[in-house]
């Protein structure tokens, strides 16, 4: 490994402007993570027309910081409020709030802090390591294998992210709908463009963002939450026992490695993670029945492992262009608008940025611990304030952002048609991440798929005669049709145990 780059990433990073940047992202992400509803997805997406002015590297740093600072920020109002402000954080209410009442607050936000700096930190370092290797073979890829993971890689999201599968799906086949809206590539035909003009060039990414997850959530949100929380006052003892950080290490040691493992694959991300380490701390503790009474290792676990998985999501993202979550992609789009692409060749044709960007990790996340604690007081006021006053200004800020990129109020008028298209998801259980994901990944589907049936003179199984595209279809293959056989492996043995039922008694009489 040349340590070179390396080195001349952390150059990059220690300038004043991307320390700077680093700061505020890290700020940003907490308050995002603190405000219940408002995720990082969505921040991210509306301060996207901020980013365009800025060095790609120095906008990339400061989303960053949003998106793993916001998985700390959700902990303070899970274990003070019993709220969590961040679907990651969900697991940390359980036990986190239990300690709270016992009047050790301070102490789960303690080893909430120590574990998201811990988890984060063994992740960017085994990040350094991994993605140029993954770089390295990604560059053997060529279209049939881009059409193969991109693929996988919505199908997988749509399968493994929250709520309905089926719901997932249908959203993602939106998405792909959308992504061909505009001039076709190949024969410069206009498709579904209606007449209009401004649909020949194809939706643009950052007001189908700004609407679905920034107008949207905050319609949505206005709804659910029309008052101010009430905040407990004081939190004391931050630092924890010698007892408590020997039960914990365990369970941080596991969430670290966890973490960074579920966090690389697509449609894993932060909120699987947490969920997978309180399972498995639970799973292989000795005393189980202190599991939502206040088990230190209730929290350190899942904030470990969701710090974790945030940094390695990191991963497919810049090595091979394809985002692990909604998250993610937002992050691709922002790749995209500063004019750089994600991909194999990003680790040796940007190196700067790419270093840059993996080792102001590093100094996020001691930025995280050092300010999480201090700063609880300030988000405890934030929470005071009433949503109704908040998001009005949010709005505002939206629609003056989407406005400024291009000068264009038919921009406006897409993340105002989206935002409402966002709430309406929202409204009947629909994501809208696997939306955005297949709308981001469905140029890259479509030109590799066309590419590759070029290549094969239309013969698709020729898909299947490369060793690369060949795995990955087969992996989607199982992994479409996994669900579907384990739904018919439990109906069957649920009527084998219904006739059990029934004829035991006959045989007895």
């Known amino acids: 490994m040349d340590v070179a780059p390396v080195l001349d990433g952390f150059a990059v990073v220690l300038e004043p402007t991307n320390l700077l940047y680093c700061l505020i992202g890290v700020v940003v992400g907490m308050l995002v993570g603190v405000l219940p509803g408002l995720g990082p997805a969505a921040t991210i997406a509306i301060l996207l027309p901020i980013t365009i002015g800025l060095e790609p590297v120095t906008s990339i740093i400061m989303l960053a910081g949003i998106f793993y600072g916001a998985q700390y920020g959700g902990t303070i109002t899970s274990v003070l409020l019993k709220l969590p402000g961040e679907a990651s954080s969900v697991v940390t209410v359980f036990d986190g709030h239990a300690l709270a009442r016992q009047g050790k607050a301070g102490t789960a936000l303690g080893i909430a802090a120590i574990g998201s700096f811990v988890g984060g930190t063994i992740s960017i370092v085994a990040l350094s390591f991994l993605a140029p290797v993954v770089a390295g073979f990604a560059l053997d890829f060529g279209p049939p294998e881009y059409t193969a993971l991109a693929l996988l890689g919505i199908l997988l999201v749509a399968t493994v992210s929250s709520g309905s599968r089926l719901k997932a799906v249908i959203a993602a086949c939106i998405g792909l709908l959308l992504a061909t809206v505009g001039r076709d590539a190949f024969t410069g035909g206009e498709r579904f463009t209606f007449g209009n003009l401004n649909l020949a060039d194809g939706l643009d990414f950052v007001p189908i963002a700004m609407g679905l997850f920034g107008l949207g959530e905050i319609l949505y949100n206005l709804e659910e939450r029309h008052n101010a929380v009430h905040a407990p006052a004081k939190v004391a003892n931050v630092w924890p026992s010698r007892a408590d950080l020997r039960r914990s290490s365990g369970a941080i040691g596991r969430g670290s490695v966890l ?181 981001v990944l469905g140029t890259l589907l479509e030109d590799s798929l066309r590419r590759s049936l070029l290549i094969f003179d239309g013969d698709t199984t020729g898909f299947f005669t490369r060793p690369i595209s060949g795995t990955l279809l087969v992996v989607f293959v199982v992994v479409a049709l996994l669900p579907p056989i384990r739904s018919a492996l439990a109906r069957r043995r649920g009527t084998s145990a219904d006739h059990s039922d029934t004829t035991t008694p006959k045989e007895l009489v």
Do not use: C
């Not at 998985?309 to 991963?315: E, L, P, Q, R, V």
């Not at 100094?363 to 604690?373: R, Y």
């Open 259 to 439: 973490g960074f493992v579920l966090g690389i694959l697509p449609g894993g991300g932060a909120t699987l993670s947490s969920l997978a380490a309180y399972a498995v701390e639970k799973r292989r503790s000795k005393t189980p029945e202190r599991f939502g009474k206040g088990a230190v290792e209730g929290v350190a676990g899942p904030e470990t492992a969701n710090n974790a998985a945030a940094t390695s999501s990191f991963i497919p993202l810049l090595t091979l262009g394809i985002p692990a979550n909604a998250t993610m992609a937002v992050i691709f789009g922002a790749l995209l608008v500063s004019g750089v692409s994600p991909g194999p060749r990003l680790v040796t044709d940007e190196p700067e940025l790419f270093w840059g960007v993996v080792n102001s990790m590093y100094i996020g996340n001691i930025l995280l611990l050092i300010m999480s604690i201090p700063l609880v007081g300030l988000f405890v006021k934030i929470l005071r304030v009433r949503p109704a006053v908040l998001a009005p200004i949010t709005v505002l800020i939206t629609l003056i952002g989407v406005y400024t990129v291009n000068n264009s109020t038919f921009d406006i008028v897409l993340v105002i048609v989206f935002g409402v298209l966002g709430y309406l998801m929202k409204k009947v259980g629909f994501d809208p991440g696997p939306l955005l994901l297949a709308f």
